[in-house]
């Protein structure tokens, strides 16, 4: 069915703003994503204060300075599987069904989780600079750097998101999307989120290096350290959105198939 890209707009904000809503009418979800990266980025500035004296250490003022970046990709990773998880539920309760009876975009379906978590997403990143800020967390770039970190939260959560809802409509099951949390954990983990690549070594520093989640981090953290810099504003806007147009073009196809299967 063709529709006026005015209709499908429609579409796509009214679904867009139920996801919105959805994520901030329950507590339980917002909370995890913003308190857990918080506490590891209090624990950590206790437990690693003293690593920043290591050869190979960027100078910086303080571990805290340091993990910023970390921080909000932390943040951002956790709470994009929210959406996705969202619309595997819409599957499984039949509401998907009854978008689909009803003369809906499909893309609509697909883009208006996705921009749920997305702002949601951006709202972390602010969230985090913000708090960390009166602890003498200070971004170098100013006030672009500022909004190029919110921005990327914005664009790592649609990116993550989409890939997210792929197992969501692959498997229509809420489960699954959740039982996916533990890959993006390993992930982050085998990055330089929390400590430099110069300091690593052996198959641990292969595996940052190949890890993109590696090269979003040291973007925005050269932003916080450094001020700003082309290779470091590239990093952190353009790698994401490389990763969002790769998932979003898989997330389509496997709407596509779904629709087909019907």
Known sequence: MRRKPAETARHLV?????????IFRQPALVGPSLIFPLFFAALGSSAFSRAISLPGFPQ??????????????QGVLF????????????????????LLAAPTSRTSILFGR??????????????????????????????LGYAS???????TAFAVGALMSVVALKTGSAEAVQGTFPVLFILLFLS???????????????VADLNPISYMVEGQRWLT???ISLTAMLQTLAIPTGISILTTALALRQLSARLKAR
């Open 225 to 227: 350290i450094d001020g």
């Open 149 to 155: 970190i919110v921005v990327a939260g914005f664009l």
């Open 192 to 206: 330089s989120a929390f400590f430099p690549r110069e300091t690593m070594s052996g198959v641990y520093r292969r």
């Open 60 to 73: 910086v003022d303080s571990y805290l300075q340091f993990t910023l970046a970390g921080t909000v990709t």
């Open 114 to 143: 996705l921009a749920g978590s997305s702002l949601f997403g951006a709202m972390q990143a602010l969230v985090f600079l913000l708090v960390l800020l009166p602890f003498g967390v200070v971004v170098q770039a100013g006030i």
């Open 14 to 22: 009214a679904l867009s703003r139920r996801s919105t809503l959805a």
């Open 79 to 98: 709470g994009s599987v929210t959406g996705a998880a969202a619309l595997a539920t819409d599957i499984q309760d039949g509401f998907f069904d009854r």
